[in-house]
């Protein structure tokens, strides 16, 4: 009887494990996706412009400014100018295309040089006006330098209230006389 309850244990051991075995099914593998294909695109003989070409004169064929566009009215480089608010040296942000454009002019041309002058109104003392003056000039030094002329092409002075845009005593002068000039020195 032993014998018969081990040959029945030993069977339904036999039997649970071949229960529990399985063997694992194939895996496929995706099929890799197909190629794109593409429409052919028949490329234009000419493409139009996109921009409008500048005036004749102003601009170089890159986009740069030409030599003698400081000196043309038309020109970005006109405007030569760049005014303050009262007892400020921060540059207004309307102005910051202007010394952009100043910018890139001195750029191109490394051997041109401009001279920034530094101006207030007659209120204040004239020590006080004088470094005014100086503060803003350096604003403006500080801004060409951020878009990359070089140092050697700026120079600075301050003139305080010494050489006034407008005569007068009242706002309309004052607003004319807070001001940075921008003067290029001939070669």
Known sequence: MKRMLKLTGIGLLTISLYACSST???????????????????QPAELEPLIEPAPEGIYLANGDFSRGAVNDP????????IYFDFDSDRVRGE????????ASYLSTYGDVRVRLE??????????????????RARSVENILLLAGVRAEQLSLVSYGEELPAALGHNEEAWTQNRRVELVYELQ
């Open 118 to 135: 530094g101006h207030t109104d007659e209120r204040g003392s004239r020590e006080y006006n004088i470094a005014l003056g100086e503060r």
């Open 24 to 42: 694992p099914e194939p895996v496929e593998e995706p099929a890799p996706p197909p190629e794109p294909v593409l429409p052919e695109v028949e």
């Open 95 to 102: 102005f910051i295309d202007v010394l952009n454009a100043h």
């Open 74 to 81: 038309d020109s970005p480089l006109a405007q030569k100018v």
